[in-house]
T-cell receptor, first 113, second 113 residues
Framework: DAGVIQSPRHEVTEMGQEVTLRCKPI?????LFWYRQTMMRGLELLIY????????DSGMPEDRFSAKMPNASFSTLKIQPSEPRDSAVYFC???????????FGPGTRLTVT | AQSVTQLDSQVPVFEEAPVELRCNYS??????LFWYVQYPNQGLQLLLK??????LVKGINGFEAEFNKSQTSFHLRKPSVHISDTAEYFC???????????FGKGTKLTVNP
């Protein structure tokens, strides 16, 4: 298995631009999670899905952030418009509820200038 | 609300020395507990988990952790560390079987020759 796949690995954009991060979970996993990691705030859960349905989006910082999961093999996290304070590493993770183990992707390092 | 406290942000040790990374949690209900490791520029990888049963849990790479309900702790230990154990370690908790994880701020373990 290829594991959780995220793209792009690095993204540099200017303030005000739209940013879209992509994630392909492990096949057969029915949970998908989006996290943000910063030095100041650590690892924060933004939103998670079960069977493509958003279950908890209480961690989404504001309306500029949105996430979708149109099918079991793909999810996006979109920031529009982006701001410098959105600079962070964004991780996607997936799990199967049989084992309570989350498998993390390699992350996308976002820099907003 | 559940929370996780990792008491040490940085732990330097010499190679072949024992190490303990401390983790305390707060929760009013039963919990599942996890330790993850993050190597530089990578995603998180599960080291071990406690769901139920024996309070001493063994994980990968020679690590183990002990669940202490009365002290609400889940400390991670290794009797003899290697240079390759240099990484950041995260303790996490989920409440009542929820798939949602709350992570601590992490402990950076540096193993020196």
């Amino acid at each position: 298995d290829a594991g959780v796949i995220q793209s792009p690995r690095h993204e540099v954009t200017e303030m005000g631009q739209e940013v879209t991060l992509r994630c392909k979970p492990i096949s057969g996993h029915d949970y998908l999670f989006w996290y943000r990691q910063t030095m100041m705030r650590g690892l924060e859960l933004l939103i998670y899905f079960n069977n493509n349905v958003p279950i908890d989006d209480s961690g989404m910082p504001e309306d500029r952030f949105s996430a979708k999961m149109p099918n079991a093999s793909f999810s996006t996290l979109k920031i529009q418009p982006s701001e410098p304070r959105d600079s962070a590493v964004y991780f996607c993770a997936s799990s199967s509820n049989i084992r309570y183990e989350q498998y993390f992707g390699p992350g996308t390092r976002l820099t907003v200038t | 609300a559940q929370s996780v406290t990792q008491l040490d942000s940085q732990v330097p040790v010499f190679e072949e020395a024992p190490v303990e990374l401390r983790c305390n949690y707060s929760s009013s209900v039963s919990v599942y507990l996890f330790w993850y490791v993050q190597y530089p520029n990578q995603g998180l990888q599960l080291l071990l988990k406690y769901l139920s049963g024996s309070t001493l849990v063994k994980g990968i790479n020679g690590f183990e952790a002990e669940f202490n309900k009365s002290q609400t702790s889940f400390h991670l230990r290794k009797p003899s560390v290697h240079i390759s154990d240099t990484a950041e370690y995260f303790c996490a908790v989920s409440e009542g079987g929820s798939e949602k994880l709350v992570f601590g701020k992490g402990t950076k373990l540096t193993v020196n020759p």
